[in-house]
């Protein structure tokens, strides 16, 4: 279902859905390599994948070569995929307990909020998570209310395929758990990939037009008065890993977003509703970040 859902669908346009594709870049770094940097560092207590097989036994190997104690398990979710749960950390008790945790398929809040915090996540953000499990627009919708503009970029996660530095959804852009665990990981990173980090952040820092999961639009520009005068206006797709390309029609929705807010003068935000020069336009939200 288009979620630009008060005009009906445009044809594509023609000169947008190339940008999005050419934009499409691999990123030299994975979140799964900064995860597994962040466990043997010792910033991270432990981590929790889903793999398929094939691979799965030489990446356990490579943890219990660091001096990690690694599992992998299939529960019933991963039978039905061939694909198996690897967890590795520092404790073996707290490996064989989230262990225990997958294979009984977390069926309670409280199971969750163990697994959430014996993978080092902060207690405020997990509890936010347990209120609206299945709801990721309500969760962002609200981190969003939460952060007093501007928000941490690090803690930018609005797009959960763009670069991320965190491995969980903060309770505010601005959660100060989260950003000590960023902070430290940056300094971790920085010496081997300033560049790929600054630039990163540069993404990171611009304002976030949220309509959906997978149709979010970066805005460079000046807040005025009750609204946001765009001056460049990019999909955030520029920055998502090839391997996880968005469905044709979550792409014709970015690029009609991307025309129809490059169009305007204005955006405006007011009780989950997006305004362009004054008209009532989508449903959705804006989060400003520190640039
Ligand atoms: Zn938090």
Redesign the pocket.
């Known amino acids: 279902m288009s979620v630009l859902w008060l005009a009906p669908r445009l044809f594509l346009n023609e000169d947008t859905v190339p940008e999005l594709l050419a934009r499409r870049t691999r990123l030299p770094l994975q979140h799964t390599q900064v995860e597994d940097m962040a466990l043997v560092a010792g910033i991270k207590p432990l981590v929790l994948r889903e793999l398929p097989w094939e691979g799965a036994e030489a990446q356990a190997e490579f943890f219990r070569q660091r001096g990690l104690c690694a599992l992998l398990r299939a529960s019933e979710k991963t039978k039905a995929t061939s694909t198996v749960w690897l967890m590795a950390g520092r404790s073996e008790a707290q490996v064989g307990e989230v262990a225990e945790l997958m294979m009984g398929g977390l069926p309670t809040t409280q199971d969750h909020r163990r697994l959430g915090s014996l993978l080092g996540y902060?207690?405020?953000?997990v509890n936010?998570f347990c209120e609206h499990p299945s709801e990721e627009y309500t969760r962002m919708e609200q981190a969003a209310a939460r952060t007093r503009p501007p928000g941490n970029p690090w803690l930018n996660v609005l797009d959960p395929w763009v670069f991320r530095l965190i491995s969980w959804e903060?309770?505010?852009f601005q959660?100060?758990?989260?950003a000590t665990y960023a902070d430290r990981l940056e300094a971790l990173l920085r010496p081997h990939f300033r560049s790929f980090l600054q630039r990163t952040r540069e993404v990171l820092s611009g304002a976030r037009l949220y309509l959906h999961p997978n149709v979010q639009l970066t805005l460079e520009g000046d807040v005025w008065d009750d609204g946001f005068l765009p001056r460049l206006v990019a999909p955030t797709a520029r920055d998502r890993e090839g391997v996880l390309p968005l469905t044709p029609e979550d792409e014709a929705d970015v690029a009609r977003a991307l025309r129809e807010v490059r169009a305007a003068q204005k955006v405006t935000c007011s009780e989950g509703q997006i305004f362009l020069d004054g008209r009532p336009w989508a449903r959705g939200f804006l989060v400003r970040f520190r640039g």
């Open positions: 902060p207690p405020c953000c936010t903060p309770c505010s959660c100060a758990l989260s």
